[in-house]
């Protein structure tokens, strides 16, 4: 297994959740406040409450960064799955 490119996707994995995990924290606690709606265990799971009931001036930035970010760590994640298994043994 290529060392470098493993630690590389490893780091672009936990990069790319951070801003997801952010915005996600964002409209999590934005739900609370206004009753419930969406979930953080699901990936993409405030997709709904954020382009619907979610009020604030930066909306279209925090949704828009929550969709992106989560399909950013997923993707590296994905990635980082099939080298793995690709690369076994």
């Known amino acids: 297994m290529d060392k470098p490119l493993l ?5 672009l994995a936990v990069i790319t959740a ?3 995990w952010l ?4 409209l999590k606690k934005s739900s609370k406040v206004d ?4 979930t953080d265990w699901v990936p993409m799971g405030f997709v709904v409450y954020g382009l ?3 009020k604030h001036p930066r909306k279209a930035a ?6 992106v970010s989560n ?3 997923w993707g590296a994640i994905l990635t980082l799955v099939v080298y793995v ?3 076994r043994g």
């Open 71 to 73: 399909i950013l760590s």
């Open 85 to 87: 298994l690709k690369n």
């Open 62 to 67: 925090i949704v828009g960064a929550y969709i």
């Open 35 to 38: 009753g419930g709606g969406g």
């Open 52 to 54: 619907t009931q979610f």
């Open 18 to 20: 951070l801003p997801s």
């Open 23 to 26: 915005t996600g924290s964002i």
């Open 7 to 11: 630690a590389f996707l490893i780091v």
